[in-house]
């Protein structure tokens, strides 16, 4: 499966990412739905994922340790064939952060989940899109996936290359 991950987000998804990272997993949920419905094509995929993490989420802080263990199941069919980055959302961040709340949980069990703690819910991450300008002859270059290439001269990098001096 080839998830078409360039290009941008559909704007209620992208509401959708701000209203889960603002703790609000029930809107979230509205909004990625919206944006689900509207959208064509597998990029379908990861809107579906957050959206059922959203869920798991909500479950948690309701104290629903069943829903939230089966809808996490779901959140993972989605998510685990999407590449670590797509439509700038970091998914491999995202399954990481996941695993981590389902870890805490299931230490917990169903009889502490009230004890959840919720600064383990955290946010989903976009990339920054930059805009890159070749050091060689000027010319503006082109990213896809982190690949940098100048389209002029060949010029190419690999960004994350360079997020070692910002981290
Ligand atoms: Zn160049």
Request: proline residues 2%.
């Amino acid at each position: 499966m080839t998830v078409d991950c360039d290009g941008k987000l559909h704007p209620q998804a992208l509401e959708g990412i701000h209203l889960f990272n603002a703790g609000e997993f029930f809107e979230a949920h509205e909004a990625l739905e919206t944006a689900w419905r509207d959208e064509k094509g597998d990029i379908r995929d990861l809107y579906q994922g957050i959206l059922q993490v959203a869920v798991c989420f909500l479950h948690i802080t309701r104290g629903n340790y069943d829903g939230a263990v089966k809808v996490y199941g779901r959140s993972m069919k989605w998510l685990n064939d999407l590449p670590d980055v797509c439509r700038e959302v970091q998914v491999a961040k995202l399954r990481n952060d996941a695993d981590a709340v389902m870890d805490e949980l299931r230490k917990l069990g169903r009889e502490r989940i009230n004890e959840f703690d919720s600064s383990l819910f955290r946010p989903v991450v976009l990339n920054e899109k930059r805009e890159w300008t070749c050091d060689r002859c000027g010319a503006r270059m082109h990213e896809k996936n982190c690949k940098v290439t100048c389209p002029n001269c060949g010029n190419r990098f690999d960004c994350s290359d360079l997020n070692i001096y910002f981290d």
